[in-house]
């Protein structure tokens, strides 16, 4: 019996990767833009900005004023945004599907939002899930540009707060044979 349960598991389990890779080659509902909060400034930032930042360390012009106005440096967005998390997708769809899964999604929940909280959980945990997927490692980058709706709000004063959370949660799960 526990042979069975453990072939339906790991037949599930490639089901569900199927069907999100499927949902992420789509991508006809990806996020475009992020409403990016610090403090009291709050400022519209296309996703296409942050990945330039990301990868050439250059902010746009309106980027690099909001940090200003926010009081933040660039470099620090920067890092939060490229920190790299490596996890099997598997046992991370897994992980997010348990208690403690959702309490860290709800946690999570706290710093990058859906317009709609209604869905936040269940949109933040497609992101996560789709950015893992193809390389075995999560950026909130790319959980940002894989968010199934065309805006996500993100409360930056939380950012690395958050990010070493994460770090230290999904960093430290072993690599379970699924």
Request: overall charge negative; glycine content about 8%; charged content about 20%.
């Given at each position: ?12 389990g490639g089901v569900f990767v199927g ?160």
């Amino acid at each position: 019996m526990l042979k069975n349960r453990s072939g339906v598991l790991h037949w599930m389990g490639g089901v569900f990767v199927g069907a999100v890779v499927l949902f992420s080659a789509a991508r006809s509902r990806a996020a475009d833009h992020v409403v990016l909060r610090y403090s009291i400034f709050q400022e519209s930032i296309a996703v296409a900005d942050l990945a330039e930042l990301a990868e050439t360390g250059e902010a746009s012009s309106s980027l690099k004023t909001y940090l200003k106005m926010a009081n933040r440096e660039p470099e620090e967005l920067r890092r939060a945004l490229t920190q790299e998390v490596e996890i099997d997708g598997v046992v991370l769809y897994r992980v997010l599907n348990s208690l403690p899964g959702e309490f860290l999604l709800d946690r999570i929940g706290e710093i990058i939002q859906a317009p709609s909280t209604r869905t936040s959980r269940q949109a933040l945990r497609a992101a996560i899930v789709s950015s893992a997927l193809p390389d075995g490692k999560v950026t909130l980058l790319e959980a940002i540009q894989n968010y199934p709706t065309s805006t996500v709000n993100i409360n930056g004063d939380r950012i690395a707060e958050i990010a070493g959370q994460i770090d230290r949660v999904l960093g430290g799960l072993p690599d379970w044979p699924f």
